[in-house]
């Protein structure tokens, strides 16, 4: 798989004369009247340029040795072997393109400390010779358009140890690992990115976008490891064939997040997870302890796994996808969950016995993914788990509980609007296996389970469940005492009851981050169709419900999806930075909004005026799928901005946020 980013052509910048630099320095010895009389000030910031010959510096820290606040550092291309220890704050160094200009740190390649507040490092790739990360940040730093490779660390942080604020953009980390102890499974956090979170005073927050992160690997987290008290936004990033892996076979309470393990609070958007993986718990995603919260939405997981099969002294290998043991709330949006596989919870694996949290799974669906053991789609062990407007299908489990495993012990697992058909368990439950769950709304049908219990076949059901009405259920028989509601559908062994629905199937064609999840759509005719009740207003896909499917009642179908649902409007989306009537904003910021349901593009307005804004537009995008944008252009100082996101969903339903605003610094 080939990870390298498209890269823009390099920025062409002015190389200034040696008197300029000669100039400051007579500034900065003799005061302004010199500077007055020279034609400069001492805020002006000048170019020093490198490269390998014919340039003023042919080493990279001879440049940041005598370089000021405000100054570029143009890096020519060629290869640089050396560490760069920057303590100057405001420095920028751009490189040649990352085909062209290379740094190979014996150590490290760069290490922004603590004093090099507010830098920036682009078109440039990075190498580490022997051990320590190819960046470690201090400070506040912005990387773009690079390529971290072959980077490693004794400890945390294979390719970037961060401490400080980071963004990165369009930035690939690749083949990155850690030379953890055989004797020490504390070590090892992060073989591409370690997260040094402050649980005390909170922070840092880093920022990913449009990167990739590929084959890197750790103990745990092998893309990235988040500590607690640190906050990490990610958009629009590909991770794959990362592994959180215990190569020395000694330590095996290890192997947990191949692509990402935090502890600290994370949000994911449009985000592609595939071919991860680890030794035990999340083979995509492990979310750990503590209460910080999760978002995940509108991505893909597929074909991640974890890499056992039976109990091991580390515990049950769980979660395929992703795997949840936090006391926090975990919600998971527009999200597609397929063909990955675990020992328990192929798709997604939640042990929350003691910590009793809660994961909402909404407008998702769980496919094709494999348990070795129990609960092929889904596999919960303490907490409470929801499944609303999702689908179920297609899933194993060896074991019990081809759709979804509740162990004993378990919280609720509540079904709302949901579809869950066609799984298949070598054991009992083709459809579902739990101590306590609910539906409503719901279609429960076309199951499979190889093992009977003493009142039927357990296809469809194996343990009761509590009925809130308005489900079809396939067979009852093998699901003990049910309280079913009149308005439920039922049938049983010897009179089944058909949903008659459509095949799986992705409405676009593809498997892809941002387009419409796994859905079985209703037949013409269907005992589902409008005779449903209490669903949300938007269906799986984000289109309109309840609309009239053919019998003349506008009701709401049975399940996850309409049928002949209208063109949907997306729900308003909210900001998330700059905040709405924040202040202190940096004059070219980064704007951030929160997707959501049925978004599939955005419009983005930046103007000096409320609506209408008129003349006063200073910046706008149209078109755009990503949920950030940064304007090209420098706003005024002590001035106040208005911002306004207009979502559309792919059938061209719109809706507009409310207007933010925010006064820059």
Same mark, same amino acid.
């Given at each position: 798989?080939?990870?390298?980013?498209?890269?823009?052509?390099?920025?062409?910048?002015?190389?200034?004369?040696?008197?300029?630099?000669?100039?400051?320095?007579?500034?900065?010895?003799?005061?302004?009247?010199?500077?007055?009389?020279?034609?400069?000030?001492?805020?002006?910031?000048?170019?020093?340029?490198?490269?390998?010959?014919?340039?003023?510096?042919?080493?990279?820290?001879?440049?940041?040795?005598?370089?000021?606040?405000?100054?570029?550092?143009?890096?020519?291309?060629?290869?640089?072997?050396?560490?760069?220890?920057?303590?100057?704050?405001?420095?920028?160094?751009?490189?040649?393109?990352?085909?062209?200009?290379?740094?190979?740190?014996?150590?490290?390649?760069?290490?922004?400390?603590?004093?090099?507040?507010?830098?920036?490092?682009?078109?440039?790739?990075?190498?580490?010779?022997?051990?320590?990360?190819?960046?470690?940040?201090?400070?506040?730093?912005?990387?773009?358009?690079?390529?971290?490779?072959?980077?490693?660390?004794?400890? %945390?942080?294979?390719?970037?140890?961060?401490?400080?604020?980071?963004?990165?953009?369009?930035?690939?980390?690749?083949?990155?690992?850690?030379?953890?102890?055989?004797?020490?499974?504390?070590?090892?956090?992060?073989?591409?990115?370690?997260?040094?979170?402050?649980?005390?005073? /909170?922070? =840092?927050?880093?920022?990913?976008?449009?990167?990739?992160?590929?084959?890197? !690997?750790?103990?745990?987290?092998?893309?990235?490891?988040?500590?607690?008290?640190?906050?990490?936004?990610?958009?629009?990033?590909?991770?794959?064939?990362?592994?959180?892996?215990?190569?020395?076979?000694?330590?095996?309470?290890?192997?947990?997040? #191949?692509?990402?393990?935090?502890?600290?609070?994370?949000?994911?958007? $449009?985000?592609?997870?595939?071919? %991860?993986?680890?030794?035990?718990?999340?083979?995509?995603?492990?979310?750990?302890?503590?209460?910080?919260?999760?978002?995940?939405?509108?991505?893909?997981?597929? !074909?991640?796994?974890?890499?056992?099969?039976?109990?091991?002294?580390?515990?049950?290998?769980?979660?395929?996808?992703?795997?949840? !043991?936090? &006391?926090?709330?975990? $919600?998971?949006?527009?999200?597609?969950?397929?063909?990955?596989?675990?020992?328990?919870?192929?798709?997604?694996?939640?042990?929350?016995?003691?910590?009793? #949290?809660? +994961?909402?799974?909404?407008?998702?669906?769980?496919?094709?993914?494999?348990?070795?053991?129990? &609960?092929?789609?889904?596999? +919960?062990?303490?907490?409470?788990?929801?499944?609303?407007?999702?689908?179920?299908?297609?899933?194993?489990?060896?074991?019990?509980?081809?759709?979804?495993?509740?162990?004993?012990?378990?919280?609720?697992?509540?079904?709302?609007?949901?579809?869950?058909?066609?799984?298949?368990?070598?054991?009992?439950?083709? &459809?579902?296996?739990?101590?306590?769950?609910?539906?409503?709304?719901?279609?429960?049908?076309?199951?499979?389970?190889?093992?009977?219990?003493?009142?039927?076949?357990?296809?469809?059901?194996?343990?009761?469940?509590?009925?809130?009405?308005?489900?079809?259920?396939?067979?009852?028989?093998?699901?003990?005492?049910?309280?079913?509601?009149? %308005?439920?559908?039922?049938?049983?062994?010897?009179?089944?009851?058909?949903?008659?629905?459509?095949?799986?199937?992705?409405?676009?064609?593809?498997?892809?981050?941002?387009?419409?999840?796994?859905?079985?759509?209703?037949?013409?005719?269907?005992?589902?169709?409008?005779?449903?009740?209490?669903?949300? %207003?938007?269906?799986?896909?984000?289109?309109?419900?309840?609309?009239? /499917?053919?019998? #003349?009642?506008?009701?709401?179908?049975?399940?996850?999806?309409?049928?002949?649902?209208?063109?949907?409007?997306?729900? =308003?989306?909210?900001?998330?930075?700059?905040?709405?009537?924040?202040?202190?904003?940096?004059?070219?910021?980064?704007?951030?909004?929160?997707?959501?349901?049925?978004?599939?593009?955005?419009?983005?307005?930046?103007?000096?005026?409320?609506? =209408?804004?008129?003349?006063?537009?200073?910046?706008? +995008?149209?078109?755009?799928?990503?949920?950030?944008?940064?304007?090209?252009?420098?706003?005024?100082?002590?001035?106040?901005?208005?911002?306004?996101?207009?979502?559309?969903?792919?059938?061209?339903?719109?809706?507009?946020?409310?207007?933010?605003?925010?006064?820059?610094?």
């Amino acid at each position: 798989m080939n990870f390298h980013m498209p890269h823009p052509i390099r920025r062409q910048i002015h190389l200034f004369p040696v008197f300029l630099k000669f100039q400051r320095l007579l500034c900065l010895l003799f005061l302004s009247s010199v500077c007055i009389a020279l034609g400069g000030t001492m805020a002006g910031a000048v170019t020093l340029d490198v490269c390998p010959s014919a340039c003023t510096y042919s080493a990279i820290q001879a440049a940041v040795d005598v370089a000021a606040s405000g100054d570029v550092i143009d890096i020519g291309p060629g290869t640089y072997v050396e560490v760069v220890q920057v303590n100057i704050p405001n420095l920028s160094f751009v490189g040649a393109g990352s085909a062209s200009t290379i740094v190979e740190g014996p150590l490290s390649a760069f290490v922004f400390n603590a004093s090099a507040g507010d830098a920036s490092l682009n078109g440039v790739t990075l190498h580490s010779q022997v051990t320590g990360s190819c960046i470690q940040n201090y400070a506040d730093l912005v990387v773009r358009d690079s390529i971290l490779e072959n980077c490693s660390n004794d400890l %945390n942080g294979g390719g970037i140890y961060t401490s400080g604020d980071l963004v990165l953009e369009r930035v690939t980390v690749l083949a990155s690992h850690l030379h953890y102890s055989q004797i020490n499974s504390i070590e090892g956090r992060g073989g591409g990115l370690f997260v040094d979170g402050n649980p005390i005073r /909170g922070g =840092p927050t880093v920022r990913i976008y449009d990167s990739a992160f590929g084959a890197n !690997e750790a103990l745990y987290g092998g893309g990235i490891y988040i500590g607690s008290g640190a906050k990490v936004y990610i958009d629009g990033t590909i991770f794959s064939d990362n592994s959180a892996h215990d190569s020395t076979g000694l330590l095996p309470y290890t192997g947990r997040g #191949g692509a990402i393990r935090t502890f600290g609070e994370l949000h994911v958007t $449009n985000s592609t997870f595939f071919y %991860n993986w680890a030794d035990l718990f999340g083979g995509a995603i492990a979310v750990n302890w503590g209460s910080a919260p999760v978002y995940i939405a509108t991505s893909v997981l597929f !074909e991640n796994f974890t890499n056992g099969e039976t109990f091991t002294a580390g515990g049950l290998p769980s979660g395929g996808g992703l795997y949840v !043991e936090s &006391g926090g709330e975990v $919600n998971v949006f527009g999200t597609e969950f397929y063909g990955n596989r675990s020992g328990y919870g192929g798709g997604i694996g939640v042990y929350n016995l003691l910590q009793q #949290g809660t +994961v909402n799974l909404v407008q998702g669906s769980l496919a094709y993914n494999t348990a070795d053991g129990d &609960g092929g789609g889904l596999w +919960v062990y303490g907490g409470n788990v929801t499944v609303n407007t999702s689908t179920v299908s297609l899933n194993l489990a060896k074991g019990n509980g081809g759709g979804a495993y509740g162990a004993y012990g378990s919280g609720i697992i509540d079904f709302k609007s949901s579809t869950i058909v066609d799984n298949l368990a070598y054991g009992t439950g083709g &459809g579902l296996n739990a101590n306590s769950m609910s539906l409503r709304n719901s279609i429960l049908a076309r199951n499979n389970a190889s093992i009977a219990n003493a009142t039927g076949s357990t296809d469809d059901c194996n343990q009761s469940f509590d009925s809130r009405d308005h489900n079809l259920v396939g067979t009852v028989d093998g699901c003990g005492v049910l309280n079913l509601l009149p %308005n439920d559908l039922s049938g049983t062994d010897t009179a089944l009851l058909d949903p008659q629905l459509g095949p799986l199937t992705d409405s676009d064609g593809g498997i892809e981050a941002g387009t419409y999840t796994h859905v079985h759509i209703p037949l013409t005719g269907s005992p589902l169709v409008d005779s449903g009740l209490r669903c949300a %207003n938007l269906d799986q896909n984000g289109n309109r419900r309840p609309v009239d /499917g053919g019998t #003349g009642t506008r009701q709401c179908d049975r399940g996850a999806e309409e049928l002949n649902a209208g063109c949907g409007s997306p729900v =308003p989306t909210t900001a998330l930075e700059p905040l709405d009537s924040g202040s202190n904003v940096a004059l070219q910021p980064l704007f951030v909004w929160e997707p959501k349901a049925g978004a599939n593009t955005y419009n983005v307005k930046l103007a000096t005026q409320p609506p =209408p804004f008129g003349t006063s537009i200073v910046a706008e +995008v149209s078109g755009i799928t990503a949920t950030h944008w940064k304007p090209e252009v420098t706003l005024l100082s002590n001035q106040v901005y208005y911002w306004q996101v207009r979502a559309f969903s792919l059938c061209g339903g719109t809706k507009k946020s409310e207007v933010f605003s925010f006064t820059t610094s």
